[in-house]
């Protein structure tokens, strides 16, 4: 079974409308970690918010926050007032176990090209 | 948190050479992993580059194929060997540090 699950191959928006981009995510580990990432075109992958498995409220970050529910393991990504400039793909990611034990490789879903419409 | 300097930023090599790509981080770090992105696709972890011991390869990847170097804390080296179109991808260096993930630049590489 995939470890993340991002059902949303493509995604539009109007600019300046809010949008979110699905991830659900299957771990039998209590302690993990997800992310999410944006590549534009170019291939870099930036950063844009973390929600740990413990963390008692939503993550937020500027435009971004994360819908984190986590009995439904799921972590969707909304971003609000979108930008022509967020036009990129879109990745959630996991990391299982806990620090100083197990892997702190990250595990990557398949991604979501959000496009920004004028 | 880091910043990595990846190079090259891209390359077109003809099948049956092989390409180095380094990283260099501008702090030391433990972990060290690198990824392969196929076009159109996601990020498939390669291997784990820890200073001091042999790199760790994921299930499909092997060390004659792609060779893991990590002579200190704040460099490392892939080589791609052997090319063939199959390798066409985008290959990024990625390091773990408290507070998350940093990521290169990537490295776009084309065989021909």
């Known amino acids: 079974a995939q470890k993340i699950t991002q059902t949303q191959p493509g995604m539009f928006v109007q600019e300046k409308e809010a949008v979110t981009l699905d991830c659900t995510y299957d771990?039998?580990?209590?302690?993990?970690?997800l992310f999410w990432y944006k590549q534009p075109s170019s291939g870099e992958m930036i950063f844009l918010i973390y929600?740990?498995?413990?963390?008692?409220q939503n993550a937020t970050e500027g435009r971004y926050s994360l819908n984190f529910q986590k009995a439904r393991k799921s972590a969707n990504l909304v971003i609000s007032a979108s930008q022509l400039g967020d036009s990129a793909m879109y990745f959630c990611?996991?990391?299982?176990?806990?620090?100083?034990?197990?892997?702190?490789?990250?595990?990557f879903g398949k991604g979501t090209k959000l496009s920004v419409i004028p | 948190s880091a910043v990595i300097s990846q190079k090259p930023s891209r390359d077109i090599c003809q099948r049956g050479t092989s390409l180095t790509i380094q990283c260099q981080v501008d702090?030391?770090?433990?972990?060290m992993f690198w990824y392969r992105q196929q076009p159109g696709q996601s990020l498939t972890l390669i291997a784990t580059?820890?200073?001091?011991?042999?790199?760790?390869?994921e299930s499909g990847f092997v060390i004659d194929k792609f060779p893991i170097s990590r002579p200190n804390l704040t460099f490392s080296t892939l080589t791609v060997s052997n090319l063939s179109p199959e390798d066409s991808s985008i290959y990024l260096c990625?390091?773990?540090?408290?507070?998350?993930?940093?990521f290169g630049s990537g490295t776009r590489l084309t065989v021909v």
């Open positions: 990625s390091v773990y540090e408290i507070g998350g993930y940093t």
């Open positions: 771990t039998s580990d209590p302690s993990y970690g």
């Open positions: 929600q740990g498995s413990y963390d008692q």
């Open positions: 990611a996991m990391r299982e176990g806990q620090k100083g034990a197990g892997s702190y490789q990250l595990t």
């Open positions: 702090s030391q770090v433990t972990m």
């Open positions: 580059a820890n200073q001091g011991s042999e790199a760790t390869y």
